[in-house]
């Protein structure tokens, strides 16, 4: 046989055997159509070039790939690890579930307002719920920590609640300490 002559390949024969004759997965069709198309130029090409490439040149095909699309959960998984906001992430989901936290009754009456550096700063209705709050820290503190990790909340800063400013007018005095008749 010289190098110039094409190899004659058999075809398979395309009818399917009985007991393989119809199949309600459609497999009996895919089955039909490779056979039929295993001996044409076009096939023998693409085996050609597969054997050439081996499986470095393989496409993605049914195994996962980086360069498949990505889930978004997992991308934002990534940059959220990347960044180091997983902390500020967590404190902040707290702020969300504050009440379900600490309990309905305190937090209608506080507010957690930021955390910077482990100090969680909690704003109140009234004075007497800051007291109340600053004998429930160690208490906060302790549940906060079960579900952010341990040594994340290190101290609560209870601030007292906005009090009216009594520099405005046009009567203030500059450096006046306000009316002394209510607030003592």
């Given at each position: 046989?010289?190098?110039?002559?094409?190899?004659?390949?058999p075809?398979?024969?395309?009818?399917?055997?009985?007991?393989?004759?119809?199949r309600?997965?459609?497999?009996?069709?895919?089955?039909?159509?490779?056979r039929?198309?295993?001996?044409?130029?076009?096939?023998?090409?693409?085996?050609?070039?597969?054997?050439?490439?081996?499986?470095r040149?393989?496409?993605?095909?049914?195994?996962?790939?980086?360069?498949?699309?990505?889930?978004?959960?997992?991308?934002l998984?990534?940059?959220?690890q990347?960044?180091?906001?997983?902390?500020?992430l967590r404190?902040?989901?707290?702020?969300?579930?504050?009440?379900?936290?600490?309990?309905a009754?305190?937090?209608?009456?506080?507010t957690?307002?930021?955390?910077?550096?482990?100090?969680?700063?909690v704003?109140?209705?009234?004075?007497?719920?800051?007291?109340?709050?600053r004998?429930?820290?160690?208490?906060?503190?302790?549940r906060?920590n079960?579900?952010?990790?341990?040594?994340?909340?290190?101290?609560?800063?209870v601030?007292?609640?906005?009090?009216?400013?009594?520099?405005?007018?046009p009567?203030?005095a500059?450096?006046?300490?306000?009316?002394?008749?209510?607030?003592?």
């Open positions: 046989m010289s190098p110039e002559e094409p190899t004659q390949h075809t398979p024969d395309p009818t399917p055997t009985p007991e393989e004759s119809h309600d997965d459609g497999l009996d069709l895919a089955r039909a159509l490779t039929a198309t295993a001996g044409t130029p076009k096939a023998r090409r693409k085996q050609r070039s597969r054997d050439r490439l081996g499986t040149g393989r496409a993605t095909g049914a195994h996962p790939d980086d360069r498949d699309p990505q889930l978004l959960e997992s991308t998984d990534r940059i959220v990347e960044r180091g906001w997983s902390t500020e404190v902040h989901g707290v702020f969300g579930r504050w009440a379900e936290l600490v309990g009754e305190v937090a209608d009456h506080t957690p307002e930021s955390f910077t550096d482990g100090t969680l700063v704003r109140t209705a009234s004075t007497a719920w800051a007291t109340q709050l004998l429930l820290a160690p208490t906060v503190v302790r906060l079960e579900e952010l990790g341990h040594g994340t909340v290190t101290l609560i800063e601030v007292g609640p906005h009090l009216p400013s009594w520099k405005k007018g009567r203030s500059r450096d006046g300490r306000g009316p002394r008749d209510t607030y003592g």
